[in-house]
């Protein structure tokens, strides 16, 4: 079993709709990841949390240390948004972060 | 502000040739640089740790004789893929950790995909 687990795998969804992500994780942690990463590859950083909820946009991330398990959620999604989303933990151990398997959504008209 | 940049974005190598990849905080300085590789359709992994100014620390099944890490500055590490062969073909990804704020946060670079033939 990973130590982070994501889900879904896939997700497809239409323009507008509200998406949810789901991150889980069976260490102690001392942050969490939200990444976005596009296409082309390139990754980039969307929330780094440790305790609440941050929101950023239409973007907004949860975490609950107690149940080990945080979310990532799109409101009025867009085409635009369709990216894979890796949630990535942060053990305290040097900074070394393991990773989600991602998740990977797909936004249409 | 906290851009990371990575160079070259893409690189087609021969086999057996040496390739070296830059990574780059360009506005802040980074005391703690990190190496990943992610293979199509899976996740990052973690390769080797810098810290400026001393070796870096390998992760387990990572050669360090085949990937060389050079930490020289604040602001600057490179990774160099000696005697590259076809399966070392794959995206290199770096973040990079600045030495103030937050001890948690990173930031990443867009990636090299690097293609040996």
């Known amino acids: 079993k990973n130590e982070v687990e994501q889900s879904p795998q896939n997700l497809t969804a239409q323009e507008g709709e509200f998406i949810t992500i789901n991150c889980s994780y069976s260490?102690?942690?001392?942050?969490l990841h939200w990444l976005q990463q596009h296409p082309g590859g390139g990754i980039v950083s969307l929330f780094m949390?440790?305790?609440g909820k941050k929101k950023h946009g239409r973007l907004i991330a949860t975490i609950n240390i107690q149940e080990k398990h945080s979310s990532l959620h799109i409101t009025a999604s867009h085409p635009r948004d369709s990216a894979v989303y890796i949630c990535?933990?942060?053990?305290?151990?040097?900074?070394?972060?393991?990773f989600g398997t991602g998740t990977r959504l797909q936004v249409t008209l | 502000g906290a851009v990371v940049s990575q160079h070259p974005s893409r690189v087609i190598c021969k086999s057996g040739t040496s390739v070296k990849i830059e990574c780059r905080s360009l506005?802040?300085?980074?005391?703690?640089m990190f190496w990943y590789r992610q293979f199509p359709k899976q996740s990052l992994m973690l390769m080797a740790t810098?810290?400026?100014?001393?070796?870096?620390?390998?992760e387990q099944g990572v050669e360090k004789d085949k990937f060389l890490i050079n930490h020289a500055s604040l602001t600057l590490s490179t990774l160099t893929v000696t005697s590259a062969h076809p399966e070392d073909s794959s995206f290199y990804i770096c973040?990079?950790?600045?030495?103030?704020?937050?001890?948690?946060?990173?930031?990443f670079g867009p990636g090299t995909r690097l293609t040996v033939t």
């Open positions: 506005d802040f300085q980074a005391t703690t």
């Open positions: 810098s810290n400026e100014g001393s070796k870096a620390t390998y």
């Open positions: 990535a933990v942060d053990t305290g151990t040097a900074s070394k972060l393991t």
């Open positions: 260490v102690g942690i001392s942050a």
């Open positions: 949390l440790s305790s």
């Open positions: 973040s990079a950790a600045p030495g103030t704020g937050n001890p948690f946060e990173q930031y």
